[in-house]
């Protein structure tokens, strides 16, 4: 009885192990293949992000209609019609245009989610918003044909040129292998084969302005009637610490018995930072030629506010303006902050941030500009 009991022991023990064996084979080769056809998830690199040459600019010439419509009869012998609208106008546009000065009745709507128009009788286009890039023509400078606006950023604008015979488009078209062919007629939107100009909204001279908060002293700390370790305390409490105002306060009191406001917290943390802010901003810090960006967020009333860039190797924070959105503007600060740091930029100086592509539009921007001067530095 006991023998028997010992080989159906170790034969349960050779049928598990079989039995384990064939569990791991089933995973391995049936159903995980199974759920990974099944779940439809997969890796796809995202679409790299370059930066074409600069486009031909030409200015806007004021043309008079009544000329157009002569030029327009002695050519085909017919007066030219007003637009024909089959449905409603749904941007509502009762002007006339700002080139050839043409009622709206020969004024097409071309775009309606960029809210731009286009007229009939001189075939220039034009949104509702009378910006400084409607007085200037952009052309493509591989085909001199015009550029269409297509997309607005917050900072930027992007203009596109979809000629078909454009020579950048042929040639980017040409080096698409067989593969990436088949893949462009199914997802077009996969490649960058057309020639893309993004024009800033974003002014050089203002940047030294914008990147210095509008800090004001709240409050004279050389005559406030706390003593200087009060005020040490308070901070301690208040920064350091990162407890609210109210907090801060109800401490100082019940530890401290020293009575203070809320309020009062506040004043004297606004007032301090706005004198020391001049101290970090000239102070001679010692930065390495690889610099690491990236941005956090921290709350303010509720609402998430964003914190750009810091130092690679010595761990230094060069930005620390804090920006109510992450967008391209808030990158373009942030980067002209950390290049002020700098006596002089180093030759070897990389910058190496994510896949957002705020950081692109931004060095795209430095770098079209004269100062500062970085064609040596590699964006990573």
């Not at 085909?143 to 607005?152: F, G, P, Q, T």
């Not at 901070?235 to 105002?245: A, M, Q, R």
């Not at 930065?287 to 506010?305: I, P």
Request: proline residues 4%; charged residues 25%.
């Amino acid at each position: 009885m006991v023998k028997i009991i010992s080989v159906l022991s170790v034969f349960l023990k050779y049928l598990n192990k079989l039995l384990y064996k064939f569990i791991l084979f089933l995973d391995s080769h049936i159903i995980s293949t199974h759920s990974s056809k099944s779940s439809g998830t997969y890796y796809e690199p995202f679409r790299k992000f370059t930066v074409d040459g600069e486009p031909i600019i030409q200015k806007v010439e004021k043309l008079d209609y009544q000329e157009l419509f002569n030029v327009y009869f002695l050519k085909y012998n017919k007066q030219l019609k007003p637009v024909s609208r089959r449905n409603p106008s749904k941007l509502d546009f009762k002007g006339n245009c700002p080139i050839c000065g043409a009622p709206h009745d020969y004024i097409y709507e071309n775009n309606i989610k960029s809210k731009q128009l286009l007229c009939k009788v001189c075939s220039h286009t034009f949104t509702l918003n009378n910006d400084f890039l409607e007085k200037i023509i952009l052309k493509c400078p591989h085909c001199s044909k015009n550029l269409e606006r297509i997309k607005d950023r917050n900072s930027y604008i992007i203009y596109k040129c979809r000629h078909k015979n454009c020579s950048f488009y042929l040639d980017k078209l040409k080096k698409l292998t067989p593969d990436q062919l088949k893949q462009f007629k199914k997802k077009p939107g996969k490649f960058k084969l057309h020639y893309i100009y993004r024009a800033f909204d974003i002014y050089f001279d203002s940047l030294e302005r914008d990147s210095i908060s509008n800090l004001n002293m709240k409050v004279d700390l050389a005559n406030i009637r706390h003593s200087k370790h009060t005020l040490g305390l308070i901070l301690t409490y208040y920064v350091n610490y990162g407890l609210s105002s109210r907090k801060t306060a109800a401490i100082m009191y019940d530890i401290h018995q020293v009575k203070i406001s809320h309020q009062t917290v506040m004043n004297y943390a606004k007032s301090v930072s706005t004198m020391i802010r001049p101290l970090l901003e000239n102070y001679p810090y010692d930065l390495s030629s690889d610099l690491c960006g990236d941005e956090t967020y921290v709350r303010v009333k509720g609402k998430k506010h964003y914190i750009f860039f810091s130092d690679k190797i010595k761990k230094i924070i060069t930005s620390y303006q804090v920006f109510s959105k992450r967008d391209t503007f808030s990158a373009v600060v942030s980067l002209y902050q950390t290049f002020k740091k700098y006596t002089e930029l180093p030759k070897n100086l990389k910058v190496v941030v994510d896949g957002n592509p705020i950081y692109n539009a931004a060095w795209s921007y430095l770098f079209s500009q004269t100062p500062p001067s970085c064609p040596n530095m590699l964006h990573i």
